[in-house]
Structure formats: C-alpha cells, structure tokens
C-alpha cells in the first residue's frame, strides 16, 4: 500500500541518479531530513525542475518508498533569490544549511531546528548586519541539539566568572573559572573581555542587539574559533561546506 | 549490500557487482542485473567490452588547454585537442561543467569560439570547492586577446556560484574582456501554467525585443 504525504522542507543537497532522475535532502519541518527522488527532473520540460533548486523552501507531495521516496509534486515557497546572487551569502546559507542537516535526524518531526534554519536565512537575505548570524545559528543549533554553551557561569563549578579569567572550554561547552582551569586537561581557548561581552547575551538571548553590532576582525576570529573547535569536540563532525565558507571569507 | 555479502553468490559476481555499484545512477539492484546480463553473453562480447574500457583509460587524456577528452596521438607530443587546434574563434571561451557539455554546444553548430571545462561545479555541500575544478588553468588562459568569456555553467545554484567565483578572480586581472552568461529563462515547449517563480522572474528579466516582419 501506497503513503502519500505532505511535508515543508528546505532543499539541502541534490545528486544524480540514473538517466535523468535527481536525489533530494529536504530539512523538513514535519519529518526531518527525507531523502527523496524526483523522476525526469534532469530534463528541460519537467515540471519540478524550477522548484527544486538547492536552499529552496518547498512544499512537497511525496510518496513513502522502500528506500527512498518519491517526489510527486512540490511548490517553491520562497527561493532566497537575493541569498542565490551573492557568493559571500550563498556559502554561508550552505554551511547553515549542511550544519542543519548534520543534526537533523531522518523520520523525525523537528520544527525547531527547521525554524531555526528558515529564519536565518531570512534573515541573511534581508538583513545588513549580517556578521555575527552565523555565530548566532550556530549558538542556538547547539543548544536545540542538546550541547547548549554556558558563558555566564563557570561549565564545571556552576561558580559565577570573575573578570579577570576568561578560558573556554570546547570540550567541556562553557567558560571555566580559574580552580576549575587549573585542573582542565583538554585544549583551552582564550578569550577577550568583548567576546565574553557577546557570548554572555547569546546566552541571554540578546540575538537582535547581537546583529546589530560590527566587532572587530580579532573578535570575529576569536568567536569562529570558539565555534569551530565546539562543534568539533560536541558533535564530532567535520563539514564539507566550512572549507568553502572560510575560502570566500578570506578572499 | 547484504546480498553481496551472501555466502552463495561466487566471489567474481560479488566483485563485478561491488564495481557496477560504483558507477554514477547505479545501485546496488541495477548493479546485480548488470552482472546477470554480463554472465549471459558471450566470451567474445565480453572480450570487446572490456577492451573498450581498458581502451578508454590508455588512450584518452584531456586536453592540456582546455581539458576537453581526447585520443592520444603518438606522433605529437603536445596534448591539444582538434577543437584548440581548429580554424576558431580564439578570442571567446566558453566556460562549461562537464565535456558532455560540449558534445552538446557542437551538435548544435551555433557556436565557433573554444572552450574551458571545470570538470565539475562549487558545490560546498557535495564537498567540491574551487580546488577541486580546473579554474585556475582557465584563469592563466584569459589574456588581452580574450574578447568574450561565456558561462554555460548549469542554471542551478551550483552552476552560479561557480559563474560567480570565477567572475570575482577575473576581476582581478589586468584584463577586460565582455563576460556573458547563457540566457535563463523558459524552455522551448514548456508550458507557462507551469512555470516556477525563478524561471519567470529570470524569463521577464532576460526577455528581449520582438520584431516580426514578413
């Protein structure tokens, strides 16, 4: 017996598949990560084609399959065209988006993580002050999957941190205080009194002040350090699109 | 994969399916029905398929200009191919994904100039960035003499991106040569009803003059 059923998703990775057939991620709101399979799409008269670009939000008919299953109809949302004409924006609409579907688990309603990844991308598309978004996502994707960094209290003791240490720990996900640093083994970073300042109100949830503010290159560093290192040691994954973001970013 | 695994089928089947299992659109189902078909014909049939494979591996390279497939020629030592060498336009490039591309474009005939093949497109996902493509051999080809650069890269964001990175390091040469991209747009044949909003947007944005005289 066929299951045909509905879902909203944002197209995260596209593949080949035999003569002119396509294979489909979709970050899906009611069912997380789908893998699906559009037939003919490779051809220049399907009726899919247009609105099954990679970074589209869809909605889509689909049908359950044994392996995969199969994209009957889909509708584009929104295409993020403005997101599509620039490099610097399409590479970090992709990380988002692969760092999305790295947490995403298959056959799993994950409105939050969905939400989440929409609204940053509306975001980059329309937004001016676009620096500190990708720390923002990033902050909050962590938190959503479990591994949410502490900055306003030492991660180890739970004491409150004095000024004058600032150490953050990647694999333990928090600032640490000095006893507690005394007795850490793992690699350190250190921090400055202002990436202190921006990370306290991402844990306070300040996102709008946040994305309002210009810091300096040296914070910028310091913070994708901070990142980088935790989504390493927390999720243990390596992401395909990160080499591509960081080559756009220093050219 | 479990069925490979199955103690039943003889190891060269295994091997033969594990191989077709490998090439692009084959899974695992296709692959079995492959090996079927292959047990099937004859030992001569075989013997020329698998010397058109071994062939293709000893006597094809790519062009040392703009990467396009070509036979080896023993009696040259300079690897360029009959489309480099050619009466062409020399002052246009088309820039294109794969040289299926360019079986394409000449069948068709309506184009002269050559060609660059980036043997793929920046797919940051899919883990394929700039370094992976063969741009920095069409960056060392683009001189004053180069009057017009085309992209005939896919219409799809893989497609622009590349478009878009090369045109940046482009910019950064000493050069200024007309940079063009195939128009987007609608099919011949397709139906407006069904059309998608890029496809519209681009097929408004791109339209041009229309002038019907007898």
Do not use: W
């Not at chain 1, 889509?60 to 929104?78: F, H, M, P």
């Not at chain 1, 947490?103 to 994950?110: A, R």
């Not at chain 2, 399916?17 to 296709?30: D, E, N, Q, R």
């Not at chain 2, 692959?31 to 094809?60: C, N, P």
Request: charge should be neutral.
């Amino acid at each position: 017996m066929t299951k045909n059923y509905f879902a909203t998703g944002i197209i995260s990775k596209s593949s080949n598949f035999g003569e002119a057939d396509s294979i489909f991620h979709l970050i899906t709101k009611e069912y997380g990560l789908v893998k699906a399979v559009a037939k003919s799409v490779r051809k220049p008269k399907s009726k899919l084609k247009g609105h099954l670009q990679t970074l589209n939000h869809v909605n889509a008919y689909l049908r359950k399959g044994k392996n995969l299953d199969l994209i009957i109809q889909v509708e584009s949302v929104t295409t993020f065209k403005s997101i599509k004409k620039n490099l610097n924006f399409i590479a970090q609409a992709c990380y988002m988006t692969e760092l999305t579907e790295s947490v995403i688990s298959e056959d799993q309603s994950s409105p939050e993580l969905f939400n989440l990844l929409v609204s940053s991308l509306k975001f980059l598309e329309t937004s001016k002050n676009r620096i500190l978004l990708i720390h923002c996502f990033e902050f909050q994707l962590l938190a959503l999957s479990g591994f949410k960094l502490m900055f306003l209290e030492c991660v180890n003791c739970q004491k409150e941190i004095s000024k004058n240490s600032h150490v953050f720990s990647p694999v333990q996900g928090g600032v640490l205080c000095p006893n507690c640093k005394k007795s850490e083994n793992t690699k350190l970073i250190n921090l400055s009194f202002t990436t202190l300042k921006i990370l306290r109100n991402m844990s306070r949830e300040n996102f709008s002040l946040l994305l309002e503010i210009s810091p300096p290159k040296n914070i910028i560093n310091e913070l994708s350090r901070i990142f980088n290192e935790s989504i390493k040691e927390l999720l243990g994954i390596k992401l395909n699109s990160q080499n591509f973001y960081q080559t756009i970013m220093k050219h | 994969m479990e069925s490979i695994n199955n103690k039943i089928i003889p190891k060269p089947i295994k091997n033969l399916i594990l191989a077709f299992s490998g090439l692009p659109g084959i899974g695992p189902k296709t692959a079995q029905r492959l090996t079927y078909f292959v047990t099937q014909k004859s030992s001569e049939e075989i013997e020329t398929l698998s010397q058109a494979l071994v062939s293709v591996k000893d006597h094809i390279v790519l062009c040392e200009m703009c990467f396009y497939i070509m036979e080896i020629n023993p009696d040259k030592d300079s690897r360029i191919c009959l489309i480099c060498e050619g009466n062409r336009n020399k002052n246009q490039i088309c820039i294109v994904e794969s040289p299926l591309d360019v079986i394409v474009i000449e069948n068709s005939g309506i184009y002269d100039g050559l060609y660059h093949i980036l043997h793929g497109a920046i797919s940051p996902m899919n883990g394929l960035g700039p370094n992976n493509l063969k741009i920095d051999a069409l960056i060392k080809r683009i001189d004053n003499n180069i009057e017009e650069i085309i992209f005939a890269t896919n219409p799809t964001l893989e497609g622009e991106a590349t478009a878009m990175y090369i045109q940046e390091l482009i910019s950064e040469l000493n050069v200024n040569p007309t940079i063009t991209m195939l128009a987007r747009g609608l099919p011949t044949g397709a139906d407006l009803e069904y059309s998608d909003f890029s496809t519209l947007s681009n097929a408004f944005e791109n339209r041009s003059s229309f002038n019907y005289s007898e």
